[in-house]
């Protein structure tokens, strides 16, 4: 079975922390995708990756930086965390040409 | 960049009427049409897609339909069920190799009352 696995699932952390948010993938997908889900605003990319240390921004880039060192991992890092980047987080990923994204149960950020 | 916009944004009908949601993009590029399902506490899940060169597809009591003059497709759900409530999302990306990004409308809240 597919399997897309978000390391935390609820978290709170204070503003100006430091935050990783980690995402496995064991279906040896080329693709990794991190998105924000607020309601109303629907799912906004962040950052995706077609490849091992390779990243590309976004719609939402701005405060969020990533890291894929192995094929199965994906890193989302808030440097400095800030109460408007409380939000649900999604990550997911695709084959390189099936298309179909296969999401994470999502990691639930609020910024005190 | 492709833009796509989803109606209504909250959607109530009875159990066993049909549910119709409806979502435009912008990029006429655009050649991939998937669409999300999301229940309350659960991740999103592929429902049903559409290719471009296909104007209409079903899988039991859903389908999807495609105008791609109008740069439109639709979402349809016969026989509804409570089990259907949820949160649909629905997308559309130029499916250039393995570039391109799903682009998602910003959803649309079901409620199917028994």
């Known amino acids: 079975d597919v399997k897309v696995t978000q390391s935390s699932r609820y978290l709170v952390k204070r503003t100006g922390e430091k935050v990783f948010l980690e995402c496995v993938q064991d279906m040896d997908h080329e693709n990794m995708f991190w998105y924000r889900q607020d309601p109303g605003l629907g799912l906004r990319l962040i950052y995706f990756?077609?490849?091992?240390?390779?990243?590309e921004k976004g719609d939402i880039p701005e405060g969020y930086s990533v890291s894929r060192e192995k094929k199965e991992r994906f890193s989302l890092i808030l440097e400095s965390a800030s109460t408007n980047q409380t939000s649900m987080y999604l990550c997911?990923?695709?084959?390189?040409?099936?298309?179909?994204?296969?999401f994470g149960e999502g990691s639930r950020l609020t910024v005190l | 960049g492709e833009n796509v916009e989803q109606h209504p944004s909250t959607l109530s009908v009875q159990e066993g009427d049909s549910a119709v949601i409806k979502c435009t993009y912008s990029d006429s590029a655009s050649n991939y049409f998937p669409w999300y399902k999301q229940e309350l506490g659960k991740r999103p899940q592929l429902i049903i897609d559409?290719?471009?060169?296909?104007g209409e597809k079903k899988d039991q009591r859903i389908a999807v339909t495609l105008n791609k003059t109008a740069k439109h497709f639709s979402l349809h759900i016969t026989e509804t069920q409570p089990e259907d409530s949820a949160v649909y999302f629905c997308?559309?990306?130029?499916?250039?190799?393995?570039?391109?990004?799903?682009?998602f409308g910003k959803g649309t809240k079901l409620s199917v009352k028994p």
């Open positions: 559409i290719r471009s060169n296909v």
């Open positions: 997911a990923s695709s084959h390189e040409y099936t298309g179909e994204l296969f």
């Open positions: 997308a559309a990306r130029n499916y250039g190799g393995s570039q391109g990004n799903l682009i």
């Open positions: 990756s077609y490849d091992v240390k390779m990243k």
